[in-house]
């Protein structure tokens, strides 16, 4: 297994992880997941954000080149406030793995890439968001140091 880059261009690879862990955000959280969004959707979507300079998405690729796994994060400058510090952090914002290829250290290695990428800029501060039905995702990003430091509701009317 090795980690890519994967560029905007190539976001078509990235599509059915995508769909797999929005098939289980869209059962889990109907109300607030479409149900089955076409794959050209998702790839338009996925190309159009993956060109935005800030953004980046990494993906293990297996020996044979298929993707087992990837993520998506972006880098954010955070402006001072009077209640905190001003901050430049990456925002974790998807990471998905195959069904077949969880819990054997693919996601481990997806967020450790990150974090390297992180250091060798200077970034300190990593950040994520995890439904709370997601006990993989808060498991993981636990073993990887990343804490619940807020939790956010909604309210849908």
Known sequence: MKIIEVPANDAARIVPLLEGMHAIHAIQQPARHR???????????LTDWLQEPQMHALAAESPTGALLGYLIYGEEDRAALPVREGERR?????IAVQEAWQRMGVGKALIGE?????AADGITVIAATYAPFNAASAAL?????????????????
């Open 141 to 157: 990003m636990g073993s990887q140091g990343l804490e619940p430091v807020l939790v956010m509701a909604e309210w849908r009317g």
């Open 35 to 45: 149900s089955d969004p076409p794959a050209a959707e998702l790839e338009t979507w």
């Open 90 to 94: 990456l925002m974790l914002h998807h």
């Open 114 to 118: 990150m974090k390297a990428r992180a």
